[in-house]
């Protein structure tokens, strides 16, 4: 960049567009042919998306893909993921199917309670502050009242406030720590916006105290955020069925069996593999969560702070054999709205939501469970089995060709001749270099 600018926002979106491509990028007549190459083609579609978020210059494309025949609760699914890695759908389709003949995937919601937190600092005594608590408990809830009024016709609202002192950690330092239940919105500014109140309530409280002195009245909120990390907002996704039936081409179902149990346990104990085998979880989880409009950052960091809940950082799936019987399940925190935000906006995520029949929040939690559970069992099968590159990079192989400028003629030639091949970035540069001498 040449230099700074002031007032960009305040900018036209062509202005805008002009101003990134003489001042960032060499090409400044292709910049603009690329960024005007993704707009949609229909102008009220392109209003829509150039207004989710601020300074819209263009569309960033991602595939959207479907993994079909996941069985979940009795019920056949077809699963939209939004996803740039090569191999993740098919490797999620690939576990779908394995599932299919032996019982389908079995779900459980947990529990549902969002968090949210108020942090203030008390310079006074503890057992005051608690008395003090207690006597305006019930004025935090009722100063929320406008807020609340529709949630709660629908069954969901405020569900406990807390007093929590951590001055062990901080010195002054207060929560009020609170739980709400949101039903099929994820809540976030339903939370943000009974939290701000009950800090506003908190200081005006505290300011006529009689018990308070004139310093301890002076309450400091620091701020007032909901948390992503929701211990108890919690879905349970398994798959079970007789070792015998786990038959794989190079192992016996017994060994295949007990190197997927052993695959999970290193996950349990090492936190380098753990990191790898959650993220592959997360392939298919961020996927789904993406292609039906909601929070992935939010969903990503609430499930690895839950990886590591017992004090190291560990896999988030587990696998057992008992009694003939081989068991993969996981338990994942997952906060997921199919209202608001842009469910209702977006038109491939209400058509994502669509394809999935319209799930309630606590339905799409056990969809969005089941793929990071089926990408999990597709990638430790592989790696136990043929390991990981031989699938990985057949699936790669498209984008390789591409990135060396293959032709149609040439891709066609070229993934024929890698069917019982290895996939490297070197054996497909020296087999393209090869077709064309």
Partial sequence: MKAPIEGFSRLTKAQKIEWIAENCTENPKQTKQILKRYWN????????????????????????????????????YAIPMAIEESSVVAAASKAAKFWLYRGGFKTEILGTEKVGQVHFMFGGGTEKLKGFFDK???????????ITKNMEKRGGGITEIELRDKTDAIPNYFQLHCTFETLDAMGANFINSCLEQFAVTLKEKARSYSLFDEKERDIEVVMSILSNY?????????????????????????DFAKKMVQ??????????????????IMNGIDAVVLATGNDFRAVEAGIHAYAAKDGSYSSLTHASVQDGIFRFWIEIPLALGTVGGLTSIHPLVKLALEI???PTAKELMQIVAVAGLAQ??????????????????????????????????????????????????????????????
């Fill in 41 to 76: 083609s229909d102008p009220a579609v392109q209003k829509l998306h150039d207004e989710f978020i601020e300074n819209t210059i263009s569309n960033y494309y991602l595939p959207f893909a479907i993994a079909p025949n996941f069985y979940i609760n009795d019920e056949f």
């Fill in 136 to 146: 305006i408990k019930q004025d935090l809830i009722k100063s929320t009242a406008s």
């Fill in 230 to 254: 929701v211990p108890n907002c919690i879905v349970k996704a398994e798959v079970s069925c007789p070792v015998e039936q786990l038959n794989e081409d190079n192992l016996s179902p017994e």
């Fill in 263 to 280: 695959a999970v346990q290193i996950a349990k104990v090492d936190p380098h593999r753990a990191v790898t085998h959650n993220k592959g």
């Fill in 356 to 358: 999935l029949q319209n």
């Fill in 376 to 437: 999990n069992f597709a990638a430790l099968r592989s790696l136990v089995t043929t390991g990981i590159q031989k699938g990985h990079m057949k699936m790669h192989l498209m984008n390789l060709l591409n990135q060396m400028g293959a032709t149609e003629d040439e891709k066609t030639k070229l993934v024929n001749y890698f069917k019982d091949k290895t996939v490297t970035n070197a054996s497909v540069k020296e087999a393209l270099e090869n077709h064309r001498t």
